[in-house]
């Protein structure tokens, strides 16, 4: 490669990525720095870049109150739980319709992929939820979505592209398709399915709407109801009462909640977006 | 001769493929077996639903249940077309979501492009792997720092708008603000996350391309348009295509919670609108009968313009 010597255009251009930067970081910035600050600093809006007169009370007042460690632990339960059920349902799904002559393939293929253009919709949903008595327990949370047609599609789409070789001598060599599937397929695949691994743990772990229309119980809540109790409901009520100022939570405690949230999605940040980027190449060589 | 003729005998001949259905599900019960969970799962959660939604021509009495429910025709339907709420919903969502269309489509590719053409690795792997931060955030976190970033006591936004001498503006309750927050929003949150396909796109071109145009004497910009954004425009056209097939499937969650009264008049959309009749008035029929109404409307949609597509596909060079 040859050097070049930096036109105009460059310049214009770097400034141009370096705002970009700015703009998709500052948020986070924003949020840890005020998470951080004493709440003086704060009333008097005195934080932009960095925290003013440095303390963890809020993060300490996370862990006293009666709610945030109980919502945290119910999103873990109800991703690991979720995303277990998710991904092996998808991967076992997947495999008989990769096979090229499986009887009424057709159908099956057909019935599913229905779906993903038409859907009985949310109240038609609720109730069929209701009628099988899931209101209130873990299993509304993890089993009205428990496959995703696209994740299904994408690994079926793996499934397809691995080599015919592989499944003929195992045929021979008597496997049984059980033995195939869990022993030579699945392993096969872990790149891809760790990528739609990841994809049912972020919709679970972010999901907001579901609990909120299929949970009632406040012991039951995920963090993400919490959050939007806290974060969205107080606010809304601050700003329509125009601009007057009677948080019911502190802005401290409201932001290193939001920390607190994202902490473990940045903490695998790093590992888990190699998998996201292929995830979503994945998807796009079916398209 | 007689050999001949042994050879003609299909002895060795395998089977012919043809087997009956009975032969192929007992060659395939293992495959059928694996298969089971995930049918009823789309049985009952995906067609379940489906059957449910003949809610949608009863009044649905939670005590007796879909099917002994009383059958009401088209009550719930003519009550939604004469609804003035009907011609501001249809609008309203339609709006947002070709707005939503057109501003969140272009920033993706032109994110791509200028981003190819940064010289330093390091830098440029910095801020691609940055630009799909937000996609991780939860749609409340996000809605939750917009409602924060323009509040108008101390969000930065308005703290910016002051510091320029002007009023400050309360975004959150003015209408004529809602679909700019939403959609720019948007634009924030999904823009890295929509470059991905299109920053592979870039570099799958032929590097050789490049140093042709830059034997000719192309500068940069000359090779951005006519070769970069060339290249690409396959990529742009499949996704505007699925793009523009989904424009009534708005992101309502985010709706759900950036809306209030106060901007109920451009921000209420179908879905917004069906989780208020069904959940908090809990007119579930009423409910069912204005989602079927959107499911339709969207079908529709998504079958216009994928008939579009495939016209001009035959048509144009791809």
């Not at chain 1, 599937?181 to 999901?207: D, E, R």
Request: glycine letters at 4%.
């Amino acid at each position: 490669m040859k050097k070049k010597k930096w036109t105009l255009f460059d310049y214009v251009n770097t400034l141009i990525m370096l705002l970009v930067l700015l703009i998709t970081l500052y948020p986070f910035i924003y949020v840890v720095s005020v998470s951080l600050s004493d709440s003086s600093y704060i009333l008097q809006n005195k934080i932009t870049f960095y925290p003013r007169g440095i303390n963890l009370k809020a993060y300490k007042m996370i862990f006293e109150s009666p709610k945030i460690p109980k919502a945290y632990l119910n999103t873990i339960i109800y991703t690991v739980v979720g995303t277990t059920i998710n991904v092996f349902l998808t991967a076992i799904t997947a495999y008989p319709l990769a096979k090229k002559d499986l009887v009424g393939k057709k159908i099956w293929m057909t019935m599913i992929i229905i779906t993903m253009f038409f859907s009985g919709g949310i109240i038609p949903s609720f109730i069929i939820v209701q009628r099988l008595g899931m209101i209130d327990t873990i299993w509304a949370i993890v089993i009205p979505n428990a496959i995703w047609t696209y994740e299904l599609i994408i690994t079926k789409s793996f499934y397809e592209s691995l080599p015919n070789s592989l499944y003929e001598s195992a045929v021979i060599d008597g496997a049984s398709e059980f033995r195939i599937l869990f022993q030579i397929f699945i392993p096969l695949s872990k790149a891809s399915l760790a990528s739609i691994t990841l994809f049912y743990v972020m919709g679970h772990w972010n999901s907001f709407f579901i609990p909120m229309i299929y949970l009632n119980d406040m012991k039951k809540y995920p963090l993400q109801i919490i959050l939007r109790d806290m974060l969205i409901f107080d606010t809304a009520r601050r700003s329509e009462s125009l601009g007057e100022y009677a948080a019911l939570t502190p802005e401290a405690l409201k932001n290193a909640t939001i920390v607190v949230s994202i902490l473990p999605i940045l903490a695998l940040y790093p590992f888990m977006q190699k998998y996201f980027v292929k995830g979503v190449m994945l998807g796009s060589i079916k398209g | 001769m007689a050999s001949l003729k042994i050879d003609k005998k299909p002895v060795a001949v395998p089977q012919p493929k043809k087997l009956s259905l009975m032969k192929k599900v007992k060659r395939d019960w293992q495959l059928l077996l694996i298969l089971l969970p995930g049918l009823i799962f789309y049985i009952i959660f995906r067609y379940g639903p489906m059957y449910g939604m003949v809610i949608a021509f009863k009044d649905y009495n939670v005590y007796k249940g879909i099917i002994n429910s009383p059958w009401v025709g088209l009550k719930h339907f003519r009550n939604f077309f004469t609804d003035p709420a009907f011609i501001k919903l249809f609008r309203n969502t339609f709006m947002l979501g070709i707005y939503n269309l057109f501003f969140t489509f272009p920033f993706p590719i032109l994110f791509a492009i200028l981003l190819n053409e940064i010289r330093n690795i390091k830098f440029k792997k910095a801020v691609q792997t940055a630009s799909y931060l937000p996609s991780f955030l939860s749609i409340v976190i996000i809605s939750s720092m917009v409602i924060d970033f323009l509040s108008p006591s101390n969000g930065i936004i308005n703290n910016i708008i002051a510091f320029l001498g002007m009023e400050k503006i309360y975004f959150m309750i003015r209408p004529e603000w809602f679909r700019t927050v939403y959609v720019a929003s948007e634009v924030w949150a999904r823009m890295g996350f929509d470059a991905i396909l299109f920053i592979a796109a870039i570099t799958g071109i032929d590097q050789a391309l490049y140093e042709a145009a830059e034997l000719d004497g192309c500068g940069r910009l000359k090779k951005m348009w006519y070769i970069t954004i060339p290249s690409i425009l396959p990529t742009i056209a499949t996704l505007f295509i699925l793009k523009s097939g989904s424009v009534f499937r708005i992101g309502f969650e985010k709706v759900l919670l950036l809306y209030n009264p106060a901007t109920y008049e451009v921000a209420d959309i179908f879905a917004t609108y069906v989780y208020r009749k069904g959940f908090e008035d809990m007119n579930y029929s009423y409910a069912a009968a204005v989602g079927l109404f959107e499911s339709i409307v969207a079908l529709t949609m998504l079958l216009i313009t994928n008939a579009i597509s495939k016209k001009l596909s035959e048509q144009s060079i791809w």
